[in-house]
T-cell receptor, first 113, second 111 residues
Framework: DTGVSQNPRHKITKRGQNVTFRCDPISEHNRLYWYRQTLGQGPEFLTY????????KSRLLSDRFSAERPKGSFSTLEIQRTEQGDSAMYLCASTGAVNEKLFFGSGTQLSVL | GDSVTQMEGPVTLSEEAFLTINCTYTATGYPSLFWYVQYPGEGLQLLLKATKADDKGSNKGFEATYRKETTSFHLEKGSVQVSDSAVYFCALYNQGGKLIFGQGTELSVKP
């Protein structure tokens, strides 16, 4: 068990550029979640997968955000045409069962200039 | 929709003081309830949980009791240490299978 891994740890980009983040969950976990956290706030739910199926996507997410989990293993989160308001910490978490604890990665800090 | 409300911080205490961080929730049905902690420079980690009414979760001297009648899950510790300084998040698992967090409460413990 090597934990949940996220890459990159930090990303600085210019407004209007596209960015992609990667999350590698704990290998036997079938549920994978993406959250966004800004300073002084709790993690905000973005989307989650069970295996390769995306079960829910937050209504707060614009069409610029997309997530995939091909083959039910790692996941990617892409943001197109980034805006300054997208600056935040993006967290990934995984779990093996509903109502069980989520294991969080260290996050990817996005700064949009 | 489902939501979690925590007392605002920051909370500043002296070492060995008693800690209470209030948490109330709104949810359909009977969600599982959690406290997560985020130490400086580290990722979120589970502190304790309770899955049904009147359950008490406990870990590292912290406790919280699932109170259905008051829809609350307050976090308590009898004697805090400097090493407890962190941000604490109350959370619930809703029927849709997602974990919903409160806004977090920062705790600072002074020697």
């Amino acid at each position: 068990d090597t934990g949940v891994s996220q890459n990159p740890r930090h990303k600085i980009t210019k407004r209007g550029q596209n960015v992609t983040f990667r999350c590698d969950p704990i290998s036997e976990h079938n549920r994978l979640y993406w959250y966004r956290q800004t300073l002084g706030q709790g993690p905000e739910f973005l989307t989650y997968f069970q295996n390769e199926a995306q079960l829910e996507k937050s209504r707060l997410l614009s069409d610029r955000f997309s997530a995939e989990r091909p083959k039910g293993s790692f996941s990617t989160l892409e943001i197109q045409r980034t805006e300054q308001g997208d600056s935040a910490m993006y967290l990934c978490a995984s779990t093996g069962a509903v109502n069980e604890k989520l294991f969080f990665g260290s996050g990817t800090q996005l700064s949009v200039l | 929709g489902d939501s979690v409300t925590q007392m605002e911080g920051p909370v500043t205490l002296s070492e060995e003081a008693f800690l209470t961080i209030n948490c109330t929730y709104t949810a359909t049905g009977y969600p599982s309830l959690f406290w997560y902690v985020q130490y400086p420079g580290e990722g979120l980690q589970l502190l304790l949980k309770a899955t049904k009414a009147d359950d008490k979760g406990s870990n590292k001297g912290f406790e919280a009791t699932y109170r259905k009648e008051t829809t609350s899950f307050h976090l308590e510790k009898g004697s805090v240490q400097v090493s407890d300084s962190a941000v604490y998040f109350c959370a619930l698992y809703n029927q849709g299978g997602k974990l919903i967090f409160g806004q977090g409460t920062e705790l600072s413990v002074k020697p």
